[in-house]
């Protein structure tokens, strides 16, 4: 057993200063992981050698970044009807188990060795240096370890692996989370950003100060921040008025990377980590899309062991920036998620994304909460419903106003429901989900966001 955890230790090309080198330099020692990478896809996955044989690919031709282009992707459906065969080790060197939240369809569970819990550790002290926190920091973890959450546990290891203090709070209950605040002075939270105004508005209600608190910064995963030119976006721009001491950054992942995406202080897209993924951006032919166009975020990744991808299409939509950083890395950056490809709604005339939707809710004063629901009208064509609970009850038409406040910012406006905030509460927040649910796509099968 120490042999091979020592072997698998080896596996991992540690070079945090590639970030800082020039983009060709970046290209050419991506390539070179590229190489071993399909080197062991080809000796060690059934899924891939599969494809490899069926497609009449030579696994030794794939030498460059372009060459990708050669081959087939691989998506969400592969993962759910041949979850097995992706599977590279034996069960005896399967460490830890997570499953992915199952947005788009059922969940996929994905298996983890040794080396790749070191990967996972790795990848977010990258992510927490980007970020500007070092070992002097505290972390307040307002996320959950278990249920077979991926990110929680990569936060906790990642912190360790910085060497920095950590407190396990987890998520929910403003009451503990300022409790703690008060008796161990973190300087930084893991949070979901909506997680915040409840803090916030616990403090204002409770006397508490936020700006008089220790903490500094927030690393937010799950919501965006900004919109796709980096200015905050409306939870943002809130966030930021009443809690101006408190510096946000976002970061973005998903389990099937088992990698992140995070902002450094200039906040203008989050860094790639060149040792750990590949990216492209792709169409919906599977074509690389123009500089400045929005394509599906498509990942190839590097020194996972357990269940590596070659060229997964993740299903979110995103802009990438390649121009030098201010922060001095030469990394791809991407934009907050557009929207993911299979929530696209076509309403009206008018193509949107949940998150657009969101937005112009989170701007509402008199709205406590929402979720958007998407089904099929008579003639088969998007239906788009919003079930709002009210924080308070105005003397004006509620649905009028909104229905005018939609159309002011995306040219349609959804039929409104007026329900209870406990009901919707309920619905935000199912027995299985991990995660608040803002949107229930009903076409077909039920998908949330």
Not at 259 to 279: A, M, N, R, W
Not at 377 to 386: I, R, W, Y
Not at 387 to 404: A, H, N, S, W
Request: glycine share 6%; charged share 25%; proline share 4%.
């Amino acid at each position: 057993m120490q042999s091979r955890l020592k072997k698998e230790k080896n596996t991992m090309h540690k070079n945090s200063s590639i970030q800082f080198a020039s983009p060709s330099e970046i290209k050419s020692w991506q390539e070179e992981r590229l190489r071993e990478e399909v080197d062991y896809l080809a000796a060690h996955s059934p899924f891939y050698r599969r494809m490899f044989r069926e497609q009449g690919i030579d696994p030794r031709e794939i030498r460059h970044i372009e060459d990708l282009g050669r081959l087939p992707v691989t998506t969400k459906k592969d993962l759910q009807l041949h979850n097995e065969d992706f599977l590279c080790v034996d069960r005896s060197e399967i460490i830890d188990y997570v499953t992915t939240s199952g947005t788009l369809g059922d969940p996929v569970t994905f298996a983890l060795t040794e080396s790749d819990l070191q990967r996972l550790a790795y990848n977010e002290y990258l992510s927490f240096s980007t970020a500007g926190i070092s070992r002097e920091d505290i972390m307040q973890l307002m996320t959950t370890l278990d249920r077979r959450f991926m990110a929680g546990l990569a936060y906790f290891m990642g912190a360790r692996e910085l060497g920095c203090g950590i407190i396990r709070v987890g998520n929910g209950i403003p009451e503990l989370q300022w409790d703690t605040i008060r008796r161990i002075n973190p300087t930084f939270c893991m949070v979901v950003p909506s997680f915040l105004t409840k803090l916030i508005a616990y403090a204002e209600k409770n006397g508490i100060d936020c700006n008089a608190s220790s903490l500094r910064k927030a690393v937010c995963i799950g919501e965006s921040l900004r919109n796709t030119d980096f200015t905050p976006n409306t939870l943002g721009r809130q966030i930021a008025e009443k809690w101006p001491s408190l510096k946000l950054y976002t970061t973005y992942a998903s389990t099937e990377m088992q990698s992140s995406f995070t902002e450094c202080d200039y906040g203008c897209g989050g860094h790639l980590q060149p040792e750990l993924i590949i990216v492209e951006l792709l169409d919906e032919e599977n074509r690389p899309v123009a500089e400045g166009e929005a394509g599906e975020v498509t990942i190839t990744t590097i020194g996972v062991r357990g269940m590596p991808l070659l060229r997964f299409k993740t299903g979110d939509l995103c802009h990438a920036s390649t121009e030098p950083c201010r922060c001095g890395r030469n990394t791809m950056r991407l934009s907050p998620v557009i929207g993911r490809k299979g929530q696209m709604i076509k309403y009206k005339g008018t193509t949107i994304f949940p998150p657009a939707l969101f937005d112009i809710l989170d701007n509402v004063s008199y709205v406590e909460n929402y979720i958007v629901e998407l089904s099929n009208n008579e003639s088969d064509k998007d239906q788009v419903t919003v079930r709002v609970g009210l924080r308070q009850t105005p003397e004006f038409d509620v649905v009028k106003e909104l229905k005018d406040r939609f159309r002011a910012k995306i040219r349609v406006a959804p039929d409104i429901v007026i329900d209870t905030v406990e009901t919707v509460h309920r619905m935000n927040f199912p027995q299985m989900s991990r995660k608040c649910v803002k949107f229930v796509d009903l076409r077909k099968n039920q998908e949330q966001c």
